[in-house]
């Protein structure tokens, strides 16, 4: 197991980024008419920030023990099958929510339609479908479930649409004037990412009703607009039981805990991140992902675990081989995080990509060679 050590963001940023070149005085470091993507002057970082590492054991017990539990996993129920009835096969699972009572959520985005499963895995109905009327889905890409037991579901069309989560029925569409990329609720907040022209910060907070109140939280900085849109993307996580709102940049190895009324709280970094490439041409401003050509790490969603202050976060590692056999990663890392102070672990390999932790089970996605969730049981070792 890791623990982290407190360092400047400087040496941070320098220990990270490929070759740490002095950035020019316009925007980054430049070679023959190239500024390479990200810069260490561009990257949201604080004076002083915690890196989380790979090797060295922590002295918070809590956070170890449930790093093991989530090593040590047991599957006890697979959702989906290669072969079989309609509501048995998916086509590509975006995103999976749990409720309280235990019933599964599952965003089928090919298909756009959300379908529910009781605790035991049976089928319970589908909610939604493709189309542009109300509970209708354009664009689907990530669920929340609010303080009503609502089931809510971020359309990137631009709009969240509510429905009565235990019955389907549809309840409400809230209209946003941003393209959502991820969505959280605590309280009677939601707190919404994407990038809104009119708000320089990522993640935007309404009530309930679709009153906005707030923006917090750093994208990349770039005078390129395109570079600056792609590294600003993320993820958003809210932790109820220390009132965080923790937001992730997919391409950076950043990770940053906020209060529900925008102070930060910390910020993380992760030391084993190799950052995707991104090359601008400084004559036509264009740019080109050279990191596809090598290893290259992009985050995961971050998982609160339900009833717990600890969060779960995923990279995904891309390998030219795997991306050679058209595979979304080559291997999986998952780190524990304390969400009210930053502080992590690492926990190792083995687990999937992760959705939900809730009542003693991960919910683990898979989309490879046919889509399916996993329900893995957490093991007894105490926290």
């Known amino acids: 197991m890791r623990t982290l050590k407190h360092t400047t963001a400087l040496a941070i940023v320098c220990a990270l ?34 890196v989380l590492t790979t090797d060295s054991p922590s002295q918070n017990g809590s956070l170890t023990d449930m790093a093991k539990r989530l090593a040590q996993v047991r599957e006890v129920l697979t959702l989906g099958v290669q072969e079989g009835e309609s509501y048995e096969m998916f086509g590509r699972i975006a995103d999976v929510v749990v409720d309280k009572a235990g019933t599964v959520y599952v965003l089928d985005d090919r298909i756009s339609e959300v379908r529910t499963y009781d605790a035991q895995g049976q089928y319970i109905r589908s909610i939604g479908r493709s189309g542009e009327g109300p509970g209708e889905f354009r664009a689907p890409a990530a669920l929340g ?73 750093e994208g990349y900085h770039a005078e390129n607009e395109m570079a600056r849109q792609d590294l600003s993307t993320g993820a958003v996580s809210c932790n109820s039981e220390t009132s965080t709102v923790v937001i992730q940049l997919k391409n950076l190895p950043v990770l940053r805990g906020y209060t529900i009324e925008g102070a930060e709280r910390w910020v993380t970094v992760l030391e084993d991140f190799t950052p995707l490439g991104i090359t601008e041409d400084t004559e036509t401003r264009t740019i080109t992902y050279s990191g596809l050509r090598g290893v290259s790490d992009v985050f995961h969603h971050t998982i609160p675990v339900a009833g717990t202050k600890f969060i779960v976060a995923q990279l995904r590692r891309r390998t030219p081989e795997s991306i050679q056999e058209n595979q979304d990663y080559a291997e999986i890392h998952t780190y524990v995080i304390d969400s009210a102070t930053g502080e992590g672990v690492y926990a190792g390999t083995e687990l999937p990509l992760v959705f939900s932790v809730s009542g003693e089970r991960a919910y683990a996605a898979i989309n490879w060679p046919y889509p399916r969730i996993v329900v893995y049981e957490l093991s007894s070792t105490d926290i």
């Open 17 to 50: 980024m490929v070759g740490c070149a002095a950035p020019d005085a316009n925007d980054g470091p430049r070679t023959q008419g190239q500024i390479i993507h990200p810069t260490e002057d561009n990257i949201p970082v604080g004076g002083d920030t915690k």
């Open 145 to 217: 479930i609010d303080a009503s037991e609502r089931l809510l579901v971020l359309d990137r069309a631009r709009r969240i649409t509510a429905f009565e989560a235990d019955s389907g029925t549809y309840d409400t569409t809230m209209v946003l004037p941003f393209g959502p990329q991820d969505l959280c609720t605590m309280a009677s907040h939601l707190f919404v990412h994407g990038i809104w022209a009119e708000h320089e910060p990522i993640v935007h907070a309404f009530d309930m009703g679709g009153t906005y109140r707030q923006s917090l939280g």
